[in-house]
């Protein structure tokens, strides 16, 4: 009876969490961006997007090249030659092109540092981010994003992604979906995975330890498993004569 009793209260607490986690999917209404920081070549290709294209005018101020180097499998003559277009020294941390007091006055404020970015915002919101830009005209930048509606930032992968155009209702204001008026440089799949790689790689810049401490739990475990075995072994030893 109270077998059944506690089996029937973790069978009803998990199908509540499911569906509160459910619901907060569909409330959310984000799509998974399948982010891994386990995937070195994706981690390697992201930041090969987030130097060419975005460093420009954001920095990851709680990042040093020579930690990148090292959690990417990368040489520090890689990093120095293709990442790094500043002059900064290889240990040094990653800082934006533009000056930040420029940055202030051509666009009102200077560009946010994305060292925490994922971290504040979630893996699927930046990869939504970065997939729902479109044309606006009346925008400043002469773009908007339906995830964050007016944002300051024009899109910085417009020639990857093409060009967005938004569809609405008649009679509406809000979008209902985005359509590609102007084709890109890459496919609609080949886009959507350079931004699961630029999102990986901003997963992995928000919590670097984060790759370590997985490497190390694997260790842990096989420790613990150890242990428990030899306990068990010990335990029996102790008890063999106890009737």
Known sequence: MTKRYFFSIALALGL??????????????????????????SLQRGAKLFFNY?????????????????D?????????QNLNFTGAKFGETIESHMPAEEAAKWFGK????LSLEVRAKTADWVYAYL?????????PV?????????AAMPNPLWELQGVQTAVRKEGEEGVEKLELSKPGKMTPAQYQQAT???????????????????HYG????????????????LKKEYWKDVH
Request: hydrophobic share 40%; charged share 15%.
């Open 54 to 70: 975005c460093a420009g005018c954001h920095s990851l101020k709680y990042m040093r090249y020579s930690r990148m180097a090292e």
């Open 110 to 113: 200077a560009p946010p540092d």
């Open 16 to 41: 509540l969490a499911g569906s509160l986690s459910a619901a907060a999917s569909e409330e959310g209404g984000l799509p998974s961006s399948g982010a891994s920081i386990n995937d070195q070549a």
């Open 218 to 233: 694997i260790w842990v475990l096989l420790f613990l498993a150890g242990f428990t075995f030899l306990a068990y072994l």
């Open 196 to 214: 699961r790689d630029l999102t990986s790689f901003l997963e992995y810049v928000s919590e670097p330890a984060a790759i370590q401490r997985k």
């Open 142 to 150: 002469g773009w908007n994003n339906t995830v964050f509606p007016n």
């Open 72 to 80: 990417l499998g990368l040489s520090e003559q890689e990093v120095m």
């Open 131 to 139: 997939n729902a830009f479109y044309v606006d005209p009346s925008r």
